[in-house]
């Protein structure tokens, strides 16, 4: 059976897609960016706009780093000030589980979703981190191995709070002893879309047994249809189908007038997403040590990591994806001697590929073969460039998608669940 594709729009800001010098980038924090890239997004008929959000810049050296977006809005803000300005587009939310309480953010998520009839979505994350907490009064330290025990209780915890509406509620377990009356009417969508991230064994698990939708690093086949395979087949435990899940990669993506005017394209974009400074900014999350004296067109450093706890950035979940520095310094060196690469190079070649590139009619036939062959349901797209860097895939990859039936040529329902076929 032919399978639908899902698309969901990423606002770019805390990653290393972004492209700031580009002359079409604009402000992430004015009001008409998000707007112009979440009315693209419902003009292409897109399942939701996705809202990232960071509790604390991330900073190297004792500097902030030079890709985080300085000033963003608070989300539930954005979110409701564009349920104004948009019809059916989902709109969800990163909130963090280990920093908030259940009732204020169960109460602020039913309240999206009565103001956008049906359209909010929580991307449920944990937090373990002593530097972000330093923010907050709980003073910033969770255990690891506690941080999805607090957030499955959090979720089931407003969850009892979604499905009471006005009335009465009492919830007590080793995290949360709260009682009171909640004051919000049962919305429209009962509890909002809940999203997922974790890749670990724990965030799989928390998300077969309560996620609507799971995002995924993995977006080549083999790897795709492996994660695939392993979160679905999790589903059954919890007395819930497949098709309760909706695998969703995230996903950027160049275009051209060819493929190989696409492949160009890319390159130069890969280029300007990591200059000398960030390739170095980057090395240092590694080798957990200075390296300002390198030249980023040099060799990589001959010094060896430091390990430990103690690390040089601080806030960064990339720090967290190399748990085996010394492991991971010497692949980067056979790597680079296999094909003459500089620091700048090898930082290209490990961290800035393009999930697709190439003409409209190649990107629409790279995603449906993804999707057919159940290595994705669908892919979060992350433009590089905001608030435009949509537009092009909406008014070119999105109609041929329509044309091979795979993608909806208009909405069929007013909720965010309809748009992804969960209840």
């Known amino acids: ?41 419902e003009r292409a008929k897109f399942d939701f706009f996705f809202l990232a959000e960071g509790l604390r810049l991330r900073e190297q050296g004792g500097r902030i780093y030079d890709l985080d977006v ?28 280990t920093f908030n309480e259940p009732y204020e953010v169960a109460r602020q998520f039913a309240s999206l979703d009565h103001l956008s009839a049906g359209r909010a979505a929580w991307n449920v994350v944990t937090s373990w981190d002593a530097f972000t907490g330093e923010n907050f009064r709980r003073g910033g330290f969770l255990a690891r191995e506690d941080r999805y025990t607090r957030a499955e209780s959090f979720l089931r915890t407003a969850w009892k709070l979604f499905d009471t509406g006005v009335g009465p509620f009492e919830h007590t377990d080793r995290h949360f002893d709260i009682s009171g009356t909640f004051g919000v009417p049962r919305s429209p969508q009962g509890r909002p879309v809940i999203l997922q991230a ?14 609507d939708a799971i995002f995924s690093r993995y977006a080549t086949l083999e790897e795709g249809q492996r994660f695939y395979r392993d979160v679905k087949g999790r589903l059954a435990r919890h007395g819930r189908s497949p098709e309760q899940l909706k695998i969703l990669p995230a996903a950027t993506f160049v275009l051209g007038d060819t493929d190989a005017d696409a492949q160009e394209k890319a390159a130069e974009v890969r280029r300007q997403q990591v200059s000398g400074a960030t390739a170095i900014r980057f090395l240092e999350q590694v080798w957990n040590r200075d ?8 060799p990589l450093p001959e010094v060896e990591p430091l390990t430990g706890e103690n690390t040089i950035a601080k806030g960064r979940a990339s720090v967290r994806m190399f748990k085996d520095p010394v492991a991971t310094v010497r692949e980067w060196r056979e790597r680079a001697a296999a094909k003459n690469l500089s620091i700048r190079d090898l930082v290209i070649d490990v961290s800035a590929r393009q999930t697709f590139t190439g003409s409209a009619a190649s990107v629409a036939t790279q995603i449906n073969d993804l999707v057919q062959q159940d290595a994705a349901d669908g892919f979060i ?38 748009h992804l076929g969960v209840r």
Request: hydrophobic share 40%; no cysteine.
């Open 381 to 418: 797209l992350v433009p590089h460039v905001t608030p435009g860097g949509l537009d092009e895939f909406a008014d070119t990859v999105v109609p041929l998608l329509q044309d091979r039936g795979v993608f909806r040529a208009d909405y069929t329902g007013p909720t965010l669940r309809d």
């Open 291 to 298: 390296l300002s004296g390198y030249d980023p067109d040099g």
């Open 198 to 211: 974790g890749d670990s064994e724990e965030g799989r698990e928390f998300a077969a047994a309560t996620a």
């Open 70 to 97: 300085v000033g963003r809005p608070d989300t539930f803000t954005v979110l409701a000030a564009l349920a104004a300005v948009t019809d059916r587009l989902g709109l969800a939310g990163t909130i963090n589980s």
């Open 1 to 41: 059976m032919t399978k639908q594709i899902h698309l969901a729009a990423h606002f770019p800001g805390v990653n290393n897609t972004t492209v700031w010098s580009d002359p079409a980038a604009g402000s992430h924090i004015e009001f008409s960016s998000f707007v112009h890239l979440a009315q693209t997004a």
